[in-house]
C-alpha cells in the first residue's frame, strides 16, 4: 500500500444569491504520523479566494472570519487557488475535513466551469467522530475538541486554524480514519 498524503483542511464560504456556498478561503495542514510523536505537522497552506459570482461578503461572514471585501479581491480566483491547493497536496493525497466541505470544492469547481481538476478522495473527520461516539447529531469542531479535552489553538473560523485544530482528533482516531481510506480508495 502507498503512504498518503494527509491533508487536514477548512474551507471558509459566503453564500450567493443562488444560494450556494462560494469559497472565499482555504486553510490546511499536511501532516505525518510518527511511532514517537503521533501526529505532526509538516507544512500549511492557507490562501484567500476571490469570489467570481457574489462580489458582496455577507456581514454575517466578515464578523465570522474577519476576511474584508477588500481582503478578497486582492485574492487570486477559484481556479488558480484550487490548482495550487491541490499541487500542493501532492500526489496521492487524501483531504480530511469536518465536515462535507468536499461538496463545496465540488460545486465550486461546477460554477467555475472547471471541468478536468483532479480526483480530490476525502474523508469527513466529523462523520468518524460522531459514529465513534454515537451522537445523535453532527459535533462541532469546538465541541469535539473539549470532549477530548484539548483546547482550541488560534481563531475560530479561520481555515487555517481550523485545519490545524482537527489534529488532535485525527491523531485521537487515526486507526478508524485508516481503515476509512483504504476501504473507500484502496487504489490511492
Not at 490562501?47 to 471585501?69: E, F, G, Q, Y
Not at 491541490?86 to 496521492?92: E, H
Not at 460545486?107 to 466529523?126: T, V
Not at 488532535?168 to 484502496?186: A, S
Request: net charge negative.
Amino acid at each position: 500500500m502507498r503512504k498518503h498524503n494527509i491533508i487536514l483542511f477548512d474551507l471558509e464560504a459566503n453564500p450567493s444569491p443562488e444560494g450556494y456556498m462560494e469559497i472565499i478561503e482555504i486553510g490546511a495542514c499536511k501532516v505525518t504520523r510518527t511511532k514517537e510523536e503521533g501526529l505532526i505537522q509538516l507544512d500549511e497552506f492557507n490562501r484567500l479566494v476571490k469570489p467570481s459570482i457574489n462580489k458582496k461578503l455577507a456581514k454575517r461572514v466578515t464578523k465570522l472570519t474577519h476576511i474584508t471585501m477588500e481582503q478578497l479581491d486582492k485574492a487570486d480566483d477559484f481556479q488558480t487557488v484550487i490548482e495550487e491547493f491541490v499541487k500542493w497536496a501532492g500526489d496521492n493525497a487524501v483531504f480530511i475535513s469536518w465536515g462535507n466541505d468536499i461538496d463545496w470544492i465540488d460545486c465550486n469547481l461546477f460554477k467555475n466551469y472547471i471541468w478536468n481538476a483532479p480526483e480530490m478522495p476525502s474523508i469527513n473527520l466529523q462523520n468518524i467522530y460522531d459514529i465513534a461516539n454515537h451522537t445523535p447529531s453532527q459535533t462541532g469542531l469546538m465541541q469535539a475538541l473539549t470532549h477530548l479535552d484539548c483546547e482550541f489553538d488560534g481563531e475560530a473560523h479561520t481555515a487555517l486554524d481550523d485545519a490545524k485544530n482537527m489534529l488532535p482528533i485525527l491523531d485521537r482516531y487515526y486507526g478508524q480514519t485508516c481503515k476509512r481510506i483504504n476501504k473507500m480508495y484502496p487504489n490511492c
